[in-house]
């Protein structure tokens, strides 16, 4: 590191420590303060003074004979110095004295996850839907590496392996050790930094150990790796083995192309992972591990695909967690939520009554061959269950809402068993209608609902998705009571869910799938049976015409019609709804005529405690203040009159995931 990027450290976030300072924290290098060996040298635990606090670190001594010299030295000090997400680990600080190199580090309680699979004994914490957990964080972090930190440059970390995997006291994942990496520009995907090889075997990508060529996809192959020690319960590489099982990642490979996927999973998960999950999470860990790097998905693409095995899980058994009774969704999602479907009815803008049952308008009771009756087909996409169109077409059914271009129904195929179906009664070519739903039937991510069958016939033109139970994020902020209204705790933390998931759902749809929704608003989200935000209505307003202006009080002032909808309008969209969340008004025309945005811009923040912020946040005994002040700055943001003003939704999902650290 030359003298000008060492004097730009002293202007970030990060201390410089003396000899003497690591010295009284470690008490002079105590072999009894030890707490992790490597190539690299140990690191110790220790109590360290930074301003008038005491905080235990972890503090990293580089040995004089490393492996890992003055380069690798700066080049994890600077990384770590403007690196700032919930899934990488904290850097406090450094010492470069004499011939010393100190790296200090926020101290992580529960070790890394190495340690977590192979080392401590088997407890009840060691569960299948923790270790998903601890595998999505710590593919947030990789995939914030890889995709910018704020300098259009993006990280490859060169050395992801369980060990460089650490765990807080929550079981979070944090990224650590990146003494190896290497900056490599986001813009240019099949970009590679050719280095000289280093890494762990284990975990080396083929290619890069033999062709010296360093790409995001080298740490895509570790992870994939990583995957497959949660799954199995064994270490990357065990010589205690049969030779032939010695590499985890080619053992897991081939077993599971010879139909023994069953076999490689850990003893202790066998009766805890669901047939859907697994097979989900097996195929990402074997897409990760593809002998061609351009065949891998990129860390993106995993995170939604780890997301999606989660949700799946979650839904084999939706009331247990750990052996437990669920009571907490996020952070602390109160167990006093309860059913409130009879508000959908409530929530929804429609001229026309909600019928009763058997007012589908379909040709009710005509059980024949649907193919030769209507000259159609049912297609199913991969959703878990199927139905044939006489079922559908003869089920009993109620009216939701609707308009002159679309109308919605439930439709009850079997006792606890609905899907919706939308009805489109405007005129489209069989070519465009199925291209398009042909489209939407491939989205996959828990935060996004996913188009289940479609029909397409004479006069008929349907598409069916799961039923989603539990009623609307604008359900929550109607400012008025509704007969038959359930009690539900709307506190910060599952605001702040609410928020996240959204995010989450438009980051995929914009990153992964390159899809802009064009209507979204707080009256599409739905709340699955885990009270998960789920983005609706994706795709559905290509088969219709736009919504006329007038009629929408929450899109952004460039809005013409989504034929014309860019991903800087559903940001806008995006920040309406948080702050709709976070004043508690509602963007309903009818019912609240303002112009939230406009509005909240026009209240000094000063007095957004007294004024803005919605007095049931306020009446909350937490230390949320500062958390909503952020909140409602980055909102303000989404929703900037300049489209080119506000961030991308990767910058929104980064900066929520910050704020939550």
């Not at 070790?111 to 699979?117: D, H, I, K």
């Not at 601890?134 to 490859?156: E, F, N, P, S």
Request: glycine share 6%.
């Amino acid at each position: 590191m030359n003298d000008s990027q060492k004097q730009s450290l002293q202007t970030q976030v990060c201390q410089r420590f003396s000899l003497s300072e690591i010295q009284i924290a470690t008490q002079d290098f105590n072999e009894h303060l030890v707490i992790g060996r490597g190539g690299f040298g140990k690191v110790y635990k220790g109590a360290i003074k930074i301003g008038l606090n005491d905080v235990v670190a972890a503090i990293k001594r580089l040995h004089v004979d490393s492996c890992q010299g003055a380069s690798e030295f700066w080049a994890e000090v600077e990384m770590l110095s403007r690196l700032r997400h919930c899934n990488l680990a904290s850097l406090l600080g450094y010492c470069n004295e004499g011939e010393e190199m100190i790296v200090v580090y926020e101290y992580m309680p529960l070790g890394t996850l190495e340690s977590f699979l192979h080392k401590k004994p088997v407890t009840s914490s060691h569960s299948w839907l923790l270790l998903l957990k601890i595998c999505i964080g710590a593919a947030r972090g990789l995939d914030y590496l890889h995709t910018g930190t704020g300098t259009k440059q993006g990280i490859i970390h060169r050395d992801v392996k369980s060990s460089n995997i650490l765990l807080d006291e929550n079981y979070a994942a944090k990224i650590s050790d990146f003494g190896l990496a290497k900056v490599s520009p986001t813009n240019q995907t099949h970009t590679y930094v050719s280095t000289g090889v280093k890494g762990t075997f284990g975990y080396m990508d083929p290619r890069y150990f033999y062709t010296s060529k360093l790409t995001r996809k080298s740490d895509v192959y570790a992870f994939g790796v990583v995957l497959f020690e949660a799954l199995c319960g064994r270490p990357a590489v065990d010589t205690s083995l049969e030779e032939e099982k010695w590499g985890l990642a080619a053992w897991a490979q081939s077993s599971i192309k010879d139909g023994k996927l069953s076999q490689i999973v850990d003893s202790r998960l066998k009766d805890q992972i669901s047939t859907n999950c697994l097979k989900e999470f097996a195929q990402i860990a074997v897409s990760c591990i593809h002998a061609h790097a351009n065949q891998r998905p990129i860390m993106s693409e995993v995170v939604a695909k780890l997301e999606l095995a989660l949700s799946l899980q979650e839904k084999s058994d939706p009331c247990a967690e750990n052996g437990k009774v669920r009571k907490k969704v996020g952070s602390s999602f109160s167990s006093k939520v309860t059913k409130f479907s009879k508000l959908i009815r409530a929530c929804v803008a429609t001229s026309e009554r909600i019928d009763e049952v058997n007012k589908l308008g379909l040709k009710l009771g005509s059980k024949v061959d649907a193919d030769s009756e209507y000259g159609g087909q049912l297609v199913h996409f991969d959703s878990g269950f199927d139905f044939t169109i006489s079922e559908l077409l003869t089920a009993s059914n109620k009216y939701l809402n609707g308009n002159r271009y679309c109308r919605t129904y439930v439709a009850y195929l079997a006792e606890d068993f609905q899907v919706i179906v939308k009805r489109i009664l405007t005129e489209l070519s069989r070519k465009k209608f199925v291209s398009i739903v042909s489209s939407l039937g491939k989205l996959r991510h828990p935060n996004v609902l996913n188009l289940t069958a479609y029909y397409w016939g004479r006069g008929e033109t349907l598409c069916v998705y799961k039923f989603i139970p539990n009623g609307t994020v604008a359900c929550l902020i109607l400012p008025f009571e509704t007969e038959g209204r359930p009690m539900i705790t709307f506190d910060w933390a599952t605001r702040m869910h609410t928020i996240l998931g959204i995010t989450r759902g438009l980051f995929y749809l914009h990153n992964q799938e390159k899809i802009v929704h064009g209507e979204l608003k707080s009256g599409i989200v739905l709340f699955d049976e885990l009270y998960n935000p789920v983005i609706c209505n994706v795709g559905i307003s290509w088969l219709m015409p736009a919504t006329p202006r007038r009629f929408r009080n929450n899109c952004a002032p460039e809005f013409t019609g989504v034929a014309n909808a860019t991903t800087e309008i559903d940001v806008y969209s995006l920040g309406v709804i948080m702050l709709e969340l976070l004043t508690g008004q509602s963007t309903y025309i009818g019912i609240n005529p303002i112009d939230l945005p406009s509005w909240v811009k026009s209240i000094p923040a000063e007095k957004w405690f007294d004024q803005v912020f919605d007095e049931k946040l306020m009446q909350e005994n937490s230390n949320n203040g500062n958390v909503l002040v952020k909140v409602m700055a980055l909102a303000l943001q989404c929703v900037e009159y300049n489209p080119k003003a506000r961030p991308t939704v990767k910058d929104v999902l980064w900066t929520l995931e910050e704020i939550q650290v």
